[in-house]
């Protein structure tokens, strides 16, 4: 059997007039928007058109229009989940040169794409000096984690603990700590360009214990795992903080020149050694 366009006025008898019924294209759009069938419902003449062309059997061609429909509701549910996810920017794996930073293992991050880490509640700190590819691939591994189902929130480091702070002091912590605790993945770029107060401190420790083992955390740092004793201007704090992180999870360290000075730097506006004296803001 193959699909043709719908003949409505070509139907006699009781059986045919249904058909007929369900043929006149008004009552389609309207079945398919009460269904919330959007993707066949916009395209539907054409998507009928080209089963009839392709001379689909009656199970292609519903095999087709619903391919349309659920390829529309992943595109959307992306788009929606990237806007509550607070990327600063759109950054992707296949955007990302991987001849440029010999120190990383491609295997590795698009081993870390797939997301099982993400399933696990494991975290993942990113470490590394500036431009190197920190927040690029923050950004690209939350948006592969939406892709493959899960809510992500990036914030970055001195914001969430204003945050955290503010509410602290206006006695919703509980809800703040609530909200950030709720995204399967959270992303913390840029700890430890600007230190904690020990109070900050204490409040980020009580949300990495709030995750701890129910949510993955992301953490990029230009600071080393050594060095985040003052970050978090206080060493036991910092400890009870590793030690949760640290318990399951994997550090990628990216050792290499800035990406953002190659340009400059291949036209001889910086020689090499200047790049590790980038400011660190
Ligand atoms: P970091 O967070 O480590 O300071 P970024 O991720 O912000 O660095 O990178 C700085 C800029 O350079 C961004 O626009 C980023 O997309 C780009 N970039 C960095 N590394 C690469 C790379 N290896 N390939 C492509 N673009 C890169
Ligand atoms: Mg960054």
């Keep these: 059997m193959t699909i043709g366009r719908c003949a409505p006025t070509a139907a006699s008898g009781s059986q045919s007039d249904r058909a007929a019924l369900a043929c006149d294209h008004e009552t389609l ?3 398919l928007t009460r269904l919330q069938l959007t993707a066949i419902r916009d395209q539907l003449d054409n998507l009928i058109d080209e089963a009839a062309r392709r001379e689909m059997t009656l199970r292609e061609a519903l095999a087709f229009l619903i391919e349309r429909e659920i390829a529309r509701k992943d595109e959307r549910r992306i788009e929606m989940a990237s806007k509550i996810a607070h990327f600063p920017c759109a950054r992707d794996l296949d955007d990302f040169d991987f001849a440029a930073q010999p120190s990383l293992d491609p295997r590795q991050i698009r081993e870390l794409a797939a997301c099982r880490w993400v399933a696990h509640g494991e975290a993942l700190l990113l470490l590394g000096p500036p431009g190197v590819g920190k927040t690029h691939l923050a950004i690209a591994l939350g948006r592969a ?9 990036f914030a970055i480091a001195p914001a969430l603990v204003a945050s955290l702070a503010k509410a602290h002091a206006e006695g919703r912590l509980e809800e ?3 909200f950030f605790a709720k995204p399967k993945l959270l992303i913390v770029d840029e ?3 600007l230190p904690f107060e020990t109070n900050a401190a204490h409040l980020f420790f009580q949300l990495v214990s709030r995750r701890y083992e129910r949510g993955s955390l992301l953490l990029t740092s230009n600071r080393s795992v050594g060095e985040w004793g003052a970050v978090f ?3 036991v704090v910092a400890t009870a903080i590793l ?4 318990h399951h999870s994997q550090v990628v360290t990216i050792r290499g020149d800035s990406y953002r000075l190659r340009e400059k ?3 001889g506006l910086v020689k090499s050694t200047q790049l590790h004296q980038e400011p660190l803001a």
């Design 29 to 31: 759009i309207g079945w």
């Design 145 to 153: 984690a939406i892709r493959e189902g899960y809510s992500v929130l």
């Design 176 to 178: 703040r700590l609530g």
């Design 191 to 193: 700890l430890g360009y």
């Design 233 to 235: 201007g206080d060493p």
């Design 243 to 246: 030690d949760r992180l640290l």
């Design 265 to 267: 730097r291949r036209s």
